[in-house]
């Protein structure tokens, strides 16, 4: 992870737009109603919001070398993405207050300097790529995508 790209080289999606993004992602791909979900946004460190993903359209897993690629797939040149992963306190905060938009090659190139369980998407909300720290299925996979066409 590199900090100083996280700092300075993400650009912030501003705070009104953040919300109404952040809120459509949540409302159209996650699971609110649990306790698993409370626990997330009240607790923080040791929840993950991939755990809480709705089972809806075509989900596949990709290893972490396959990222690149997988991302290269999806038709769009910028992304918007976020983190819940705990590196240090304010890196998890960081990445689970904010919002933050680059271009998906940009993406790519840096792969190493995001955190592990980060989320990418872009505004049309038909698809999310995750990254997480834990093995998806049998093969070791890290990384799913969900598509909802």
Known sequence: MDKDILLTQLQRVPKHKKDILKNQFIN???I?????YQNYVNVGDGYFLW???????HLSTFSTNEFGSVLNS???KN???FWDY???QDIMDLGRNELFH????????NLSAFPQDFYVFDETLKWVVISTHEQQNEHGDTGFVIKLE
């Open 32 to 36: 609110t109603d649990t306790e698993y």
């Open 86 to 88: 705990y590196i240090s």
């Open 102 to 109: 680059c271009s998906k090659q940009f993406l790519v190139n």
């Open 79 to 81: 992304v918007l993405l």
């Open 28 to 30: 159209k791909f996650i």
């Open 74 to 76: 999806i038709d769009t």
């Open 51 to 57: 755990c809480c993903f709705k089972h809806q359209g």
